[in-house]
Structure formats: C-alpha cells, structure tokens
C-alpha cells in the first residue's frame, strides 16, 4: 500500500470553485473510509469531508452546503468538489485513507495540495 496521490489545487478568487482529486492506492473500496484533511497558515491539521466504503459522508461545519465529497470507484479516485471558496479556506489539502484490519488500523496520506482563495 502506498501513498494517495492528490491533484486540482492552484488559486482562485473569492466565490469561484475548485475540485480536487484523489488517487487511492488499489481498489478505494478496500479502505474503510476516505477523507479530505488540510491545514491552513498558523491553523489546525482538521477533517475537512469524509466518506466511507458503504457511502456514508461527514463534513466539517465550515463546508457544509459548499463542499461535495464524491469518489469515482472504477477510477479509485476521491474527489472534492469546493464551491463558493472563501480566503479562509486557503490551506494544504490532504487525502487520507484509512484501512481497519482487526485491531490494526493503517492510514496513509497523501503529498497535499495547495489551495489559495483571495479576497
């Protein structure tokens, strides 16, 4: 098992949208579940959306109504879907997966992908 690989960051002005993209390691129905982390400047390392095998999604409050978590199971890529970007939102983007196997829980991050919104 390695590292996701993400993709789609760049910049962006207040308002607009951007979608991120994930690329799992094997089958991405294999993990438990999947997730979009980041770290903004001077911020917390915190969940951002997470989406597991059987489908089941969590947002963090501060996406709600403006972020999609989606995958694309035959292409084993996760995807997120940023609209109404605001300058808060600016920080490194991570995916996450994260496989249980009996009391062994494995998780593997990817590089991060950087997301600028400016004012």
């Known amino acids: 098992q390695v590292q996701p690989v993400e993709s789609g960051g760049g910049s962006v002005q207040a308002g607009g949208s951007l979608r991120l993209s994930c690329v799992a390691s094997?089958?991405?129905?294999?993990?438990?579940?999947t997730a979009w982390y980041r770290q903004g400047p001077g911020k917390e390392f915190e969940l951002v959306a997470r989406?597991?095998?059987?489908?089941?999604?969590t947002y963090a409050d501060s996406v709600k109504d403006r972020f999609i978590i989606s995958r694309d199971n035959a292409k084993n890529t996760l995807y997120l879907e940023m609209n109404s970007l605001e300058p808060q939102d600016t920080a490194v983007y991570y995916c996450i997966t994260r496989r249980v196997d009996g009391e062994r829980t494995t998780e593997r991050r990817g590089q991060g992908t950087p997301v600028t919104v400016s004012a």
């Open positions: 094997g089958s991405i129905l294999s993990y438990d579940s």
């Open positions: 989406l597991t095998s059987g489908g089941t999604t």
